[in-house]
């Protein structure tokens, strides 16, 4: 059982000519969470996409519990227990906070976020409901005191606060982050790393790509390394931080050799 939660089997991602993932593989058991770093364009984003279905491998297959996820429609996963956060934020400027976390309760794919917008529950009980669960979920990441703001008025930490809440609406069991600290300044940095080892602790498995380092050595207990598109090495934070393969891949890239090193 624990080793069949989310195994991801040499799956290979062609746009058209261009191979952007090859022949990657890795597993996450129940609970853990992995971090997946690597120079921009290693393919990282593009294989959160096939885990989440937003796009099918070329070849390849991801077993979620012992399920083929190919066979699964997008709009399933979340009832599986797999949500993701997208590198670029997905919000409704214009609904409250409070909204945008409802919509993770009946959606979280990029097509359903956009279709679903204010269809909320059918019963005035259901939506006092989804009302005080989304404003638990706020809690859970800080903000509940914004929660009736408008969205569009919010910094973009605290968006992407708003996003972890939203992401968590459908319990998930495999959550998907997509650069989660991505352009937050230190303090926020900390707060979300804080936020995903709660996450962690309560069960919940974290698949995270991410370039802030010293989040991923305080959360990850794994950590996959693409290069070029090929899985380049894996191990535990200290064995990575160390490998000379990915210390090799970040050259080039002045702001991977620092973070990677730990630097500045
Ligand atoms: P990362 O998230 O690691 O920065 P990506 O997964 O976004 O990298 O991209 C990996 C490679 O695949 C890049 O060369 C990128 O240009 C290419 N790529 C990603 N998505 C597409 C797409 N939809 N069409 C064509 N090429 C793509
Ligand atoms: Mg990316």
């Known amino acids: 059982m624990t080793a069949n939660f989310l195994e ?14 090859s022949l990657v593989s890795f597993e996450i058991h129940p609970g853990e969470v992995i971090a997946m770093i690597g120079p921009n364009g290693a393919g990282k984003s593009t294989v959160l996409n096939m885990v989440s279905g937003i796009i099918t ?20 996963y979340a ?10 934020l997905q919000v409704f400027d214009d609904m409250t906070v409070l909204e945008n976390v409802m919509v993770g309760f009946h959606s979280n794919t990029k097509s359903g976020l956009i279709s679903c917008g204010l269809k909320f529950g059918s019963s005035r009980k259901e939506e006092m409901d989804m009302h005080n669960r989304a404003y638990d979920l ?16 919010l910094s973009y930490g605290k968006l992407r606060l708003m996003e972890i809440a939203r992401a968590l609406a459908a319990n998930p069991k495999l959550l998907l982050l997509d650069e989660p600290a991505a ?3 230190h ?6 790393a804080e936020i995903l080892s709660q996450i962690r602790a309560k069960g919940t498995a974290i698949l995270l790509v991410e370039h802030d380092m010293d989040m991923v050595m305080n959360v990850a207990n794994r950590i996959v390394v693409l290069d070029q598109g090929e899985k ?13 393969k990915v210390i090799a891949a970040y050259l080039g890239q002045e702001e991977g050799i620092q973070t990677i090193s730990g630097g500045v």
Request: proline share 4%; aromatic share 8%.
């Open 8 to 21: 991801v089997k040499e799956i290979t991602m062609d746009f058209g000519g261009v191979r952007a993932v």
């Open 57 to 76: 491998p070329t070849q390849g297959e991801i077993y979620y519990k012992n399920q083929r996820l190919s066979r699964i429609k997008g709009h399933d």
């Open 79 to 88: 009832r599986l227990g797999i949500t993701r956060t997208f590198q670029n």
């Open 138 to 153: 706020l809690k859970f990441v800080g903000i509940a005191s914004l929660s009736y703001h408008q969205a569009g008025s």
């Open 183 to 185: 352009g937050l300044n």
């Open 187 to 192: 303090s926020e940095t900390a707060e979300m």
């Open 232 to 244: 380049i090495a894996e191990g535990l934070p200290t064995e990575i931080q160390a490998n000379p």
